[in-house]
Structure formats: C-alpha cells, structure tokens
C-alpha cells in the first residue's frame, strides 16, 4: 500500500531557529496535508496543499506542494517553544472518487530548548 | 463552539468486554472517521462513513465495528475480537471525501486493559 516517509523521527532545535520538514511518498497524491499533534491531544489542521508547486503560509508556518506530487515540506521560522508537538503529513489520492483517504507519515517530534 | 467530542477520555476495558467509545460532530460533516494511533505510528484508518447509514472498513477493521445511525453521531465499538486494544482512538470529520475537504480531529480516547 501507499507510504509516507518522514524522518528523522524527533527534530531538537533551539528557540530561534527555523526548522524544515519533508515527507516523500512513494506514489503520487493530489493534495497533502501537515497536522500538528500536542501530547493527549488530536491532530490540528496546519497547512492544506492542493496544487502541485504550490507554496502556502501560514503565519511563522511555510509548506510546499512538490512538483512530482510525491513529495512535501514543511518549514518553521523562529521557532517557540509552543512549537514542540509532533507533526504529521497526510497524502490524498482524490482521483480515486469518493473513497479517497489520508495516508498519513509517523510523524516527527520536534523539541525546541529555550 | 462547533467542532468534535469524543468521550470518554480516558477508557479501561477488562478481558473478554466489550467497549464503545462515542463520536459526536455538530459541524454537519458528511464523513466521519475513526482512526487508531499507536506510540510512534501514524495514523492508521479504521472504519469510516460517508453519509448516514453507510461505512467501510479502513486498513484494520478487524475486531471493530461501527454504527452511523445519524449524521453527528458514529460510535466505535472495540469487541473482545480485538487482542491488542490499548492505544488512542482518534474520530475525525469532513464536509466529504473528496479533494479540498481536509479533515478534522477530536481530541481522542485513550484505552487501556485492565
């Protein structure tokens, strides 16, 4: 079945810093999606892509769509400590009608020392 | 507020029992979904529901089932088929499945064995 890779598995930066993500998937998807997790929490929507190429911001928060859709990124500027959490991609195959779900990556944990 | 509400948040099951646990959503979505998390895995899909009355089975349907008597409401149920029932559930909801409908969570039910 189709996969998300995202590594590494945990991220450490300093406050300050700005911090890259990239999810890369074997099969292509049309739109990708970047969640943020805190701990006992549910995942909370960051960033929607739906166009391939497609650069989207939001706020301190940049994503990417990749030109051969099998790929995104994720980009943190100055980071924060509220920034801490684990984030996740998801790839949808919209094309595949109205059964089309979220394959999602493992995530990955990012810490930010003051 | 609009949104979704899983209860309870936290939830213990005994060997052989049956446990249901309960997905509300007032944001009049569509599709619901459930979803199960394990400790440094993505998201994997359960069940889901594209409209009333009507749901399919994810990637680990077994030992699971579902109901979506109406359109807010879609309750999980872990039987005692399911072996390995401890991790956290996580409900979620779209307008619908197809592109542009990204999803959104609740705030998930953590289950544990006695």
């Known amino acids: 079945g189709q996969q998300l890779n995202q590594s590494p598995q945990s991220m450490f930066i300093q406050e300050g810093e700005d911090v890259s993500m990239n999810c890369t998937s074997s099969?292509?998807?049309?739109?990708w999606l970047w969640y943020k997790q805190d701990p006992g929490e549910g995942p909370v929507l960051l960033i929607a892509?739906?166009?391939?190429?497609e650069l989207t911001s939001n706020g301190r928060l940049t994503a990417q769509f990749g030109i051969t859709r099998k790929d995104s990124f994720l980009n943190i500027s100055a980071s924060i400590p509220s920034d801490v959490g684990i984030y996740f991609c998801?790839?949808?195959?919209?094309?595949?009608?109205?059964?089309?779900?979220?394959?999602f990556g493992k995530g990955i944990t990012l810490s930010v020392r003051p | 507020d609009g949104g979704i509400t899983q209860s309870p948040k936290y939830l213990f099951r005994k060997e052989g029992q049956n446990v249901t646990l309960s997905c509300e959503q007032n944001l009049n979505h569509d599709a619901m979904y459930w979803y199960r998390q394990d400790p440094g895995q993505g998201l994997r899909l359960i069940y889901y529901?594209?409209?009333?009355?009507?749901?399919q089975k994810g990637d680990i349907a077994e030992g699971y089932s579902v109901s979506r008597e109406k359109k807010e409401s879609f309750p999980l149920t872990v039987t005692s088929a399911q072996k390995n029932p401890t991790a956290f559930y996580l409900c979620a909801s779209s307008i619908g499945t197809h592109g542009n409908q990204p999803q959104h969570f609740g705030d998930g039910t953590r289950l544990s064995i006695l």
């Open positions: 099969s292509i998807f049309n739109t």
């Open positions: 529901s594209q409209i009333v009355n009507d749901f």
């Open positions: 998801a790839g949808q195959d919209t094309y595949t009608g109205a059964n089309s779900k979220l394959t």
């Open positions: 892509l739906y166009k391939a190429g």
